[in-house]
């Protein structure tokens, strides 16, 4: 075992969740009369902060950001959530890690309050030792949320590794003071994007893979 304690990122690492997210932001931009943007451009924000996307990416002012999450969210809170499905393998990596004694951990910025339906409804609740999400003020940033993780688990830095699809990962990992994983299946990095010479210790493409890396 070569790490202690796995903490994973989900949108984009555990499970495909892009049909519910992209619903979501689309709904978002209608019930505020905006243009829906392209495909192309709600792909590439997966997996990042829901505050920070809105504002930098779609550019509403902060006011209109909060008001477009609130629909999103609640879109999310009828819909989305059940809008997903877990990677192929994906539970035998959970399964195996647990066998093996690993400290599983679970660190996203999608709402906390969306975590326990969405784990229960895929059935990999139980994988889970802790499980963080973004607060209803988005304001955690990816860091907090793997150190949370880490308060809740004991776990040392040094002995603990982020599993995650995007650069959103990447730097929360680095700001933690813990390993990185980077997988090229899900939303963010493409497969011979990722190196290992660019802050990842290890670089999976998929499930198999991500399990022998691991272990």
Same mark, same amino acid.
């Given at each position: 075992?070569?790490?202690?304690?796995?903490?994973?990122?989900?949108?984009?690492?555990?499970?495909?969740?892009?049909?519910?997210?992209?619903?979501?932001?689309?709904?978002?931009?209608?019930?505020?009369?905006?243009?829906?943007?392209?495909?192309?451009?709600?792909?590439?924000?997966?997996?990042?902060?829901?505050?920070?996307?809105?504002?930098?990416?779609?550019?509403?002012?902060?006011?209109?950001?909060?008001?477009?999450?609130?629909?999103?969210?609640?879109?999310?809170?009828?819909?989305?959530?059940?809008?997903?499905?877990?990677?192929?393998?994906?539970?035998?990596v959970l399964g195996s890690l647990?066998?093996?004694?690993?400290?599983?951990?679970?660190?996203?910025?999608?709402?906390?309050?969306?975590?326990?339906?969405?784990?229960?409804?895929?059935?990999?609740?139980?994988?889970? @030792?802790? &499980?963080?999400?973004? +607060?209803? =003020?988005?304001?955690?940033?990816? /860091?907090? #949320?793997?150190?949370?993780?880490?308060?809740?688990?004991?776990?040392?830095?040094?002995?603990?590794?982020?599993?995650? @699809?995007? &650069?959103?990962?990447? +730097?929360? =990992?680095?700001?933690?003071?813990? /390993?990185? #994983?980077?997988?090229?299946?899900?939303?963010?990095?493409?497969?011979?994007?990722?190196?290992p010479k660019v802050?990842?210790?290890? &670089?999976?493409?998929?499930?198999?893979?991500?399990?022998?890396?691991?272990?």
């Amino acid at each position: 075992m070569k790490y202690q304690t796995v903490i994973f990122d989900l949108d984009g690492t555990i499970a495909d969740t892009s049909p519910g997210i992209l619903n979501c932001h689309r709904y978002a931009h209608q019930m505020l009369g905006r243009t829906e943007p392209p495909e192309e451009i709600l792909r590439g924000v997966i997996g990042g902060p829901l505050l920070l996307t809105y504002q930098s990416v779609f550019n509403f002012s902060e006011q209109d950001a909060r008001q477009a999450i609130a629909y999103y969210r609640q879109r999310y809170a009828e819909k989305g959530l059940y809008e997903a499905a877990v990677y192929p393998g994906m539970e035998q990596v959970l399964g195996s890690l647990k066998k093996a004694g690993c400290q599983i951990g679970l660190a996203t910025l999608k709402a906390e309050r969306f975590l326990e339906v969405m784990l229960k409804n895929m059935g990999i609740k139980d994988y889970f @030792d802790a &499980v963080y999400g973004m +607060d209803d =003020a988005d304001r955690r940033t990816k /860091a907090q #949320l793997i150190e949370l993780c880490m308060c809740d688990l004991k776990a040392a830095p040094v002995s603990t590794v982020l599993v995650g @699809d995007s &650069v959103h990962d990447q +730097d929360g =990992a680095r700001c933690a003071g813990v /390993a990185f #994983l980077g997988v090229t299946y899900g939303f963010g990095f493409k497969q011979g994007t990722l190196s290992p010479k660019v802050g990842a210790v290890a &670089v999976a493409d998929n499930c198999t893979q991500l399990l022998e890396l691991l272990l």
